[in-house]
């Protein structure tokens, strides 16, 4: 591919035909875009502007696609595939629909699923909503825990991202449930609150009781003392979370240390008042 | 007899020379009676036979040597246990103790038939001495099957005196990889596990992909209910299907392998430990096979019995120590599968047809079969069928051979409804397509599939949307319930399906469930989930009658759901003996000494204790 001067223009590797370097394009429903390649439909579709409804993607873990709620078309040519967004790699050019019939039909049939296990969950609805879905037309025959839709990313934030793996799945089949071991409170649960926070239906919650100080992250019935920060007795995170990140970091650094002990907003006011004491500060 | 099996072998013609001492070795033994313990056999007391003939051959005073030894399964299960004299062949059915002595005394030492225990053809009556003149093994054509019933699958010595590893030292001595995979493909050999992919463009992508380190796995998590093929085939002749993956691991440039063997079957488990352990003993797995630059293992993984398991990706995640969940197969295994490395699976039958083709010749092996599907397949022949067992056949027979010619047809004068095939993922099959010729994509057009060779024949008798209930149920409980659609859909086509079978069908059901079906097809996450539909949609095709009268009449008309149909006495038939009349727990039934007795349908409950009870068979379903 060479230009008229006779030189390989720059953007070679853009349009290479060889290793990880390649862009290439996506085409979905006529828009084009250009992703790096092996990133995911959905990546393009958000480059696009297109919005793909989803419920267990996370970009902090690995996309399980159990969920199957981000069905897009792809077009083989002959034929076209469902596939899902969130984990189809993009390795060559593509065309994509992800609002043609059978797309939008695929997604409404899962979301009608999940609705009728989870019927209760307000952010379930709201999701609904937003795709044009106000009610489903089956019953309900399967039990959820808690409007739990077994989409996963609980227990992939906490194996990936925390490190603990304090819950799983237990059980097959419709009888699959998250849960810690036995279902007793968990051994490696530290109570960071991080499944709550990307559970995207609402079943986990973080529960404070300021009573005795604890946290409790629901529904695994872990609880745990909170550390108080050491200015305004506020509570921070709790003690385990603290103990997980002080035995993380450099033994000697104690003015780290020092900040771990203090909340958010003490933190940011020792910071303010070190700065303002740096010499030559004023004069900025 | 066990040989001494001193040294490794280092070449091709080390194993020729083995190969000519156990021909000699055996050639010494004069009379041999092989006694089928495969599963059928065995759970009639074969094992007990098998000790009796080996103590009868113990004590025998002949002037020659004879033997008896265990042998895998001859497929005719409906008639074992099977024992089979040498030499002349003389098969022997339903063989009980008691017959032993008498056989030993007349064929094995005076090379006379007993008679009484010959199979006697049912349509002619007449008596067959031998395989080959029995209906059930003519139409065969036995290739995977030719070991099983003729070698002891616990000796190694067996395998290799039968020309075993041959094909073997053929392809590691004179054949380079892609010759091998070349062979294959020229043979055109399909995937048996059901998918019916393309054997040799997997084994070429594996040894094409990135890596240096490479898996091949053998796929015996065979788990579909009524199906034993690979069953037999690894208690049978375990041997084929090491030989199978050492060739396939030459070819692909793989170093280990993996079986993947359900633990419900132990004597499978069993005899492939023994023939995994002699083979590494002189030297056919391990380092350096035959003197070559070629190395290969193989371990042995139990699975726990999880049906989702037999699908690759959770084979794959269990052989792991991960729960066996499948995942997305965009990036296919052959470029990341186990441990993320380029894996070649491969069902227990596929691997056990490698061999017979590198000795023979990929154009001898697409000879057999049809177009797109050559060579032969191997079925689990059961359910309202006379000769249940295990047959294997050439592709592009019809279904009508294999079942009425084979299977002897439906017994006890019933017609022939329908024939599932493909396991749970596949369809049943009416009456008017029985000639369609077995095929991959032939079956596929009629909304079934070849599957991985579960074959099971179904009467009038049979209700098919309780088929299709059961076919529901058995893979909601199977669903490992990753996905949404497998796990809530399933749930919602057997409510469905509950609610017609008791009476509780609506108008719309049908369609519901086959806009479910759609569902599952396009987003079930792997093959299970997307195929989970196939038995509710071939039913629904050919016999939407069946779901209508369920749903608009309350009736079922094969008379197995209960509560939708009625019990009705025969009045000609009634010889008023009171039984019914005693045991009715509704007092429905009246009638008095000598007048045919009439149940009163308004109290009747449906229960059909009457029908258990009579003895004269003169309660109806109507």
């Known amino acids: 591919m060479r230009n008229m001067l006779g030189y390989v223009p720059l953007l070679r590797n853009l349009e290479g035909v060889e290793g990880d370097n390649q862009v290439p394009t996506v085409t979905i429903d006529g828009k084009k875009v250009r992703v790096k390649k092996n990133a995911t439909v959905l990546d393009a579709a958000k480059r696009a502007g297109i919005w793909i409804p989803t419920l267990c993607y996370h970009p902090s873990v690995s996309s399980e696609a159990s969920c199957r709620l981000c069905m897009v078309e792809l077009d083989r040519g002959e034929w076209r595939q469902l596939v899902t967004a969130c984990n189809y790699p993009v390795r060559r050019d593509i065309v994509v629909y992800a609002y043609s019939e059978a797309a939008v039909r695929a997604r409404r049939g899962v979301m009608e699923l999940l609705l009728a296990r989870a019927p209760e969950s307000e952010e379930l609805k709201a999701l609904a909503a937003k795709m044009g879905i106000e009610r489903t037309s089956y019953p309900t025959v399967t039990e959820s825990q808690r409007s739990c839709i077994l989409c996963g990313l609980c227990v992939s934030v906490c194996e990936q991202m925390i490190g603990q793996a304090a819950i799983g799945f237990a059980g097959r089949g419709v009888q699959r449930t998250v849960a810690a071991p036995f279902r007793l409170p968990a051994e490696d649960c530290i109570g960071c609150g991080a499944c709550a926070a990307v559970c995207p239906v609402g079943t986990i919650k973080i529960r404070m009781h300021p009573d005795s100080n604890e946290i409790e992250i629901s529904p695994f019935k872990s609880r745990f003392k909170l550390r108080l920060c050491e200015q305004c007795n506020s509570p921070i995170v709790s003690e385990k979370v603290a103990a997980n990140a002080l035995g993380k970091l450099d033994a000697n650094n104690e003015e780290l240390r020092e900040i771990l002990r203090l909340c958010p907003s003490c933190r940011s006011l020792r910071t303010a008042g070190q700065l303002a004491a740096m010499p030559g500060y004023d004069q900025e | ?622």
């Open chain 2, 1 to 622: 007899m066990i040989l001494p099996t001193s040294a490794k072998l280092t070449s091709p013609a080390d194993l020729e020379s083995l190969v000519r001492r156990y021909q000699q070795d055996n050639s010494s033994v004069a009379k041999c009676v092989r006694v089928c313990v495969g599963t059928g056999c065995a759970a009639k007391g074969s094992r007990k036979l098998y000790e009796l003939f080996c103590e009868a051959a113990e004590q025998s005073d002949a002037d020659v040597t004879i033997e008896a030894k265990c042998v895998g399964c001859h497929g005719f299960c409906e008639r074992g246990p099977i024992v089979v004299v040498e030499p002349g062949e003389v098969l022997y059915q339903r063989v009980e103790e008691p017959d032993v002595a008498e056989i030993f005394r007349e064929t094995v030492l005076g090379g006379r038939i007993v008679e009484r225990l010959l199979y006697e053809d049912p349509a002619t009556g007449k008596k067959a001495s031998e395989a080959a003149e029995i209906p059930f093994y003519r139409v065969q054509q036995r290739i995977v099957l030719a070991g099983n019933g003729r070698i002891d699958p616990t000796r190694i010595t067996e395998y290799i005196a039968d020309g075993g590893y041959g094909a073997l030292a053929k392809a590691i001595s004179s054949m380079t990889p892609e010759e091998v995979i070349d062979h294959v493909e020229i043979a055109g050999l399909r995937g048996r596990g059901g998918g019916g992919f393309l054997t040799a463009r997997k084994w070429r992508s594996c040894r094409e992909a990135k890596g240096a380190t490479k898996y091949v796995i053998c796929n015996g998590d065979e788990g579909d209910p009524g199906a034993f093929m690979d069953r037999s085939i690894m208690e049978g002749n375990p041997h084929s299907v090491i030989e199978g993956m050492l060739i396939g691991a030459y070819a692909i440039g793989s170093k280990q392998g993996y079986i993947y063997v359900r633990n419900e079957y132990p004597l499978a488990v069993e005899h492939l430990k023994m023939a995994i352990s002699q083979a590494r003993d002189i030297g056919l797995l391990g380092e350096k096979i035959l003197g070559s630059s070629f190395s290969f293992d193989i371990k042995i993984n139990r699975g726990g019995g999880a049906f989702v398991c037999g699908e690759s990706t959770a084979l794959m995640a269990s052989l792991e120590g991960r729960p066996g969940e499948p995942r997305a197969k965009y990036v296919h295994t052959v470029e990341s599968g186990f441990r993320g490395k380029p894996t070649n699976l491969n069902n227990v039958e596929t691997w056990a047809n490698v061999p017979h083709i590198i000795n023979r010749g990929g154009e001898w092996f697409a000879g057999t079969g049809t177009e797109k599907s050559k060579g032969t397949k191997v079925f689990s022949l059961v359910g309202n069928v006379v000769n249940t067992g295990l047959v294997e056949v050439p592709m592009g027979i019809t279904l009508r051979r294999i079942i009425e010619e084979i299977g002897g047809g439906v017994p006890d004068g019933k017609s022939f409804k329908a024939v599932q095939t493909g396991g749970p993922s596949g369809g049943c099959i009416p009456a008017e397509h029985l000639d369609v010729r077995v095929d991959f994509d032939e079956l596929t057009k009629l909304g079934s599939m070849m599957g991985s060779g579960g074959m099971i024949v179904m009467d009038e008798d049979t209700c098919m949307v309780r088929v299709a209930h059961y076919f529901t149920e058995f893979l909601q409980k199977e669903s490992c319930g990753k996905c949404t659609p497998c796990r809530e859909g399933l749930a919602q086509m057997l409510h469905i399906l509950n609610r017609i079978i008791t009476g509780e069908g609506e108008v719309g059901d049908v369609e519901e469930l086959g806009t479910l079906a759609e569902l599952l097809e396009g987003t079930a996450l792997c093959a299970l989930g997307k195929t989970a539909a196939n038995p509710i949609i071939s039913t629904i095709r050919y016999f939407r009658d069946e779901y209508d009268a369920h749903i608009l009449d309350r009736h079922c008309p094969a008379k197995q759901c209960k509560g939708l149909f009625l019990y009705e006495i025969d009045a000609e038939a009634c010889k008023a003996c009171g039984i019914c009349l005693k045991n009715c727990p509704v007092d429905a039934i009246t009638g008095e000494k000598k007048v045919p007795h009439v149940i009163n349908q308004d109290k009747c409950t449906l229960c059909g204790t009457c029908w258990d009870t009579c003895p004269f068979s003169a309660i109806l379903k109507v």
